[in-house]
């Protein structure tokens, strides 16, 4: 599966910075943060303290929120669809795929544990995060015969209109399994990691994008090999 940065614009163009004009960057600051970045990708919400640190609105965090959604859902059909989909079909599923993954973000477990200072210009946070095992479940009950009825409906050699219909049946099919198994959802080891809060050349404070995309890729394992 192609990896997530390279398949997709990157959501944290989103994501609200922390303006280093008002002062200096302590500690806390940075793990309040690294705490309100995720609550708001995630879990579509933010504290008071968040809001204040870096002047910004609910209205604000919901929108980097639907982004983040909208991200997810386009990650997936970009890994697991292959045809071209029609302008319709690709909105329609976006729409479907990201009200999908509103209901398994709300799982998400993550727990921003300390902060340190490294240097004038960066700091380190250190945050665990436990990975939903959503997509193990659906790969399970598809490998277990979920998706035989659809299979028999097709023929082994399609044409690009017989795929496209499948395809568009396998993403329904996929959903339907994934709101099944959501009662059942669990997790897998929880991972540690460091994540970056670096003063730019813009004088702002923000998440690398490589310390996120890290962060993201860890929240739902894909791993099913």
């Given at each position: ?13 989103l994501?609200?910075?922390?303006s ?62 292959e ?19 509103r ?66 049946e ?36 923000t ?19």
């Open positions: 599966m192609k990896g997530k940065a390279l398949a997709l614009t990157l959501t944290l163009a994501l609200l910075p922390l280093a004009c008002g002062g200096g960057l302590s500690a806390d600051d940075a793990k309040c943060y690294v705490q309100g970045v995720l609550d708001e990708n995630y879990l579509g919400k933010a504290d008071d303290d968040f809001l204040e640190l870096i002047d910004a609105s609910p209205e604000e965090v919901e929108e980097v929120y639907d982004g983040s959604l909208e991200t997810e859902a386009q990650f997936f059909l970009d890994s697991f669809v045809s071209e989909l029609p302008q319709q079909d690709q909105e329609a599923l976006l729409e479907e795929l990201s009200t999908m993954y209901q398994i973000y709300a799982h998400s477990k993550f727990t921003v544990e300390s902060a340190s200072q490294v240097d004038d210009t960066t700091f380190g946070v250190k945050v665990t995060v436990e990975p939903i095992d959503i997509f193990h479940l659906v790969a399970d009950e598809l490998n277990n015969g979920a998706a035989d009825e659809l299979n028999s409906r097709y023929p082994d050699m399609m044409t690009d209109e017989e795929y496209l219909a499948y395809e568009l396998w993403v329904d099919l996929f959903m339907d399994l994934a709101y099944k198994k959501l009662p059942e959802l669990g997790y897998l080891e929880p991972q540690t990691l460091l994540v970056q809060v670096a003063l730019g050349d813009d004088d702002y404070w998440i690398p994008d490589e310390d996120f995309w890290a962060v993201d890729a860890l929240v739902i394992d894909y791993n099913l090999g």
